[in-house]
């Protein structure tokens, strides 16, 4: 039903920063909730934050004061604006929609972050 299309991955230092963006294509009106996830090789993937529809947010405690998630509604786009990254976040980053606290779309391609001096 959605196509999700990660994208501004890359190769950041240690305590840099880094944005990355969402967009999800829908022929559906409305997305409540958004979310970027992310696995690193060998972990399962894990939650990192979560947007609804009226801007309210959740973060993985791994993230909090680092990471800001915000979305265009209009253009079902969310962005992940990350700061002080650390190897610890080297991963592949997706997105999806988030139903009941669980991902609910087809998985993108995702894309790679790489916290690396």
């Known amino acids: 039903q959605v196509q999700l299309v990660e994208s501004g991955g890359g190769l950041v230092e240690p305590g840099g920063s880094l944005t990355l963006s969402c967009k999800a294509y829908?022929?559906?009106?409305?997305?409540?909730?958004m979310a970027w996830y992310r696995q690193a090789p060998g972990k399962q993937r894990e939650l990192v934050a979560r947007?609804?529809?009226?801007?309210?947010?959740n973060y993985a405690d791994f993230v909090k004061g680092r990471f800001t998630i915000s979305r265009d509604n209009a253009r079902h786009t969310a962005l992940l604006q990350m700061t002080s990254l650390s190897p610890d976040d080297t991963a592949v980053y997706y997105c999806?929609?988030?139903?009941?606290?669980?991902?609910?779309?087809?998985w993108g391609q995702g894309t790679q972050v790489t916290v690396s001096s």
């Open positions: 947007i609804d529809a009226y801007k309210n947010t």
């Open positions: 829908a022929t559906i009106l409305n997305i409540n909730r």
């Open positions: 999806n929609l988030d139903e009941f606290g669980k991902a609910a779309q087809r």
